[in-house]
């Protein structure tokens, strides 16, 4: 996958809605801040012009910061922060689908031919993986912590089994970059398109039932959909027992 590096188009629009407030709410629910998320996205584009080469192994194999360690490391920070095990779940699982279906894609579309698009000219390989990554990680995950996840490892394990196969069939030659090249365009692709659908998805469901589902839902996955800073018992202990003068001046601040 070559061409312009739309990866860094997508993430300055995202930076952008960020900073206009427009991703608030889709942040909120994955448990990052608009600075954590501008911290990220500034890391990701320095990160995409350093790779890491991994020593050993029969073929040369590098790792790009950008595009393969940041959404490792994010991918297990909101891994961490599911509300319940079975989202944990999901989201790994969720990956390994992603990553065969991406796989077979290839396999159909790029068969026998060195053009993106492959035999089938369904769309350049450049959209057409992280298009499918996207879906079929929303699919899988659901939730947007999931769907990233999903989305995201996927294309990362696909990048990883890339290595595998090469020892598998005895190439004379080949190369890995994990993240890197075209794979991070079509990992910030994939990421982004699969946040945006839980977000949609998710925003109509509530508006027709008039708000998340609390029904018969585990406490911990409750505490997960609320926005931070309005849980009930949250910022109870930082009050507690603090009177006088410097509360007044706690309470002030803004």
Known sequence: MTGFPVGFTALIIVSLLIFFGLAH??????????????????????????SIPIPGGRYPVSINVGGGLIPLGLAIYLISKAGTAAERTRALVGAGVTALVVYALGSLVMRGLPEPGGRYEILDALWLYPLAAGLVGYLAGRSRRAAFVSATLG?????IGYYFWLVGRGAPAGRVAIGGAGAFDAIVLAGILAVLLAEVVGEVRERL????????????LLKALRKPGTDPGEGEESTAGKEGPETGERGSLK
């Open 25 to 50: 709410r889709a942040l909120d629910r994955m448990r990052l801040t608009d600075r954590g998320a501008l911290a990220v996205i500034v890391a990701m584009i320095i990160g995409s012009f350093i």
């Open 155 to 159: 294309l990362l394990v696909l990048d």
């Open 209 to 220: 039932q008039g708000g998340p589902a609390v029904k018969g839902r585990p406490e911990a």
